[in-house]
C-alpha cells in the first residue's frame, strides 16, 4: 500500500501502538535473581568450563562479562580466554563467575514475565523464552506511552525481579530495534512522525529480517543503512530480493502492517527436569517424572488441551537422550492415565543412572470434549517430537559450540 493510502475503515499505521519487550541478558539475569552476590559481577552462564571438559559455548554473558568480550555462541574456551573463571583465581580481579544453563528455572522465569505481558497488552505474540511483541494500542497513547512502558518495566522489575528493555513504536519491527537501542534497561519510544528519522542510521544488517548474506548483498549495491534501504529504488529490490525485497523496502520505511497477533496452538505440552549431576536413585527419578506428570496435565486441563500420546525423556550420561510415548485409542484430559503411563514407561530405565527426565503429552486436541474424538487424528506429533529428541541425542550436537541455543530452542517450542 502506498504511503498514506489505506482501505476505508482500516485504522491508520499511527493508530497502532506496538511495545517489544526483550530481557536483559536473561539467563544472567536469573542468575542472578537466585544468587544475588553476582550482581554487578561478570557472569556467564554456558556450557562446558568445568575442569576437564573442553567443549561448550556460551548461553549468554552479563554486560560486565560482554565488556571483556565474552559473547553469546562464543566457544567456552574463548570466553575463558578472555574472562577466566573467578573459582579458578579468586585473587583475579578480572575473573567473572561461570554458571551452568538451567532451563527449566529460566523457563519459570520467563513465563512469569509473561503473565504480566498478558494482564497489560491486548495481544501478545510470544517470540521467544526472553522475548514478546504487546499490541497495547488501547491501553495507552502516544503522548503517555513513555510511562506505559516504564510501568511495564517496573512490574517486570518488582514482581519478577528481572530486568528488561522496552521499545515502544507504531509497528513490531521498529518497536523491536527501540527495545534492543538502549540495552540494559532501555526504555525507547519511537513516535510515529519520528520512525524514519529513527531508522535512517541503523545498519541493515539489524533490520529485522536481514540476515549477514543479504546484508553483504545490500552492502554491495551501496546500502549501508536503513535510510540507504528506505530511499533505494524498490524496483531494483524487488529484482534482486523477490517479495522479500519489498518487504524489507517497507520495513525500513516503518511500513510493517503485521498485526500483533498470538503465535498458534502448540503441537505438545512438556515440562522437563535435570539433578544435580546424575543420580542412581530410582525412586527420586519416578518422584519427580510423578511431579512433572501432574505438572503437564495441569497445563494441558489449563489449556483445554486434550491429549492422544503420553510420554516420556530420560537423559543418561553423557548425553544420551531417550524418549518413549504411548498413544491411546482417542484423545484424553486425564491426570491420573498421565501418570499411570509415564511410570510404566520408565520402568525400561529402572537400575540406570539418570540425569535428566521429561514428561511431554502431544497429538494435543483442541476441540470440544463432544468433537475431540473426532479430530484425534490431526497431526502425528509423536513423529515430530521422536526427530527433535534424537537429534539431540545421536549428534554430540548439545555439546557442540552453539549447542546450548539449540537446547533452548528445542525445548522452548515445547513451552509455545
Ligand atoms: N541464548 C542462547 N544462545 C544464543 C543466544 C541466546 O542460549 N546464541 C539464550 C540465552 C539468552 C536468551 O537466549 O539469555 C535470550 O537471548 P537474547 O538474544 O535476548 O540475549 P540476552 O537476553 O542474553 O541478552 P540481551 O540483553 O542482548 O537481550
Ligand atoms: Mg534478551
Known sequence: MVDGERLPGAPAREERIVLHVDMDCFYASCERRREPELRGEPVVVGMGYEPGETVGAVATASYEAREYGVESAQAIGAALDNLPRKA?????????????????????????????????????????????????????????????????????????????SVGVAPDMSTAKLASDYDKPDGLVVVEPDEVREFLAPIDVADVHGIGPVRARELREMGIETAGDLASADPYELTDRFGDRGRDLYRRARGEDNRPVEPRGKPKSLSRESAFDGATDDFERVREQVATLAEAVADR???????????????????????????????????????????????????????????????????????????????????????????????????????GTQRDGQISLDDFE
Open 88 to 164: 579458578d583465581e579468586p585473587d583475579n580481579p578480572d575473573a567473572g563467575y561461570y554458571r551452568p544453563v538451567d532451563l527449566d528455572f529460566y523457563q519459570d522465569v520467563g513465563s512469569s514475565v509473561k503473565e504480566i505481558l498478558y494482564e497489560l497488552g491486548d495481544t501478545v505474540r510470544e517470540v521467544s523464552i526472553d522475548e514478546a511483541y504487546l499490541d497495547v494500542t488501547d491501553r495507552t497513547a502516544w503522548d503517555v506511552a513513555d510511562g506505559f512502558a516504564r510501568h511495564v518495566k517496573q512490574r517486570i522489575h518488582r514482581e519478577v525481579g528481572v530486568p528488561a
Open 300 to 402: 494441558a486441563t489449563r489449556k483445554d488441551a486434550f491429549y492422544r500420546t503420553i510420554g516420556v525423556k530420560v537423559v543418561t550420561p553423557p548425553f544420551d537422550v531417550h524418549t518413549r510415548a504411548e498413544s491411546l485409542p482417542g484423545p484424553v484430559d486425564d491426570a491420573g492415565l498421565v501418570d499411570d503411563v509415564t511410570q510404566d514407561l520408565l520402568g525400561e530405565f529402572a537400575g540406570e543412572s539418570v540425569r535428566k527426565v521429561g514428561v511431554r503429552v502431544s497429538n494435543l486436541d483442541f476441540s470440544e470434549r463432544e468433537q475431540a474424538s473426532l479430530d484425534g487424528f490431526e497431526s502425528d506429533g509423536d513423529a515430530d517430537d521422536g526427530r527433535t529428541e534424537r537429534g539431540r541425542g545421536d549428534s554430540t550436537g548439545g555439546r557442540e559450540r552453539g
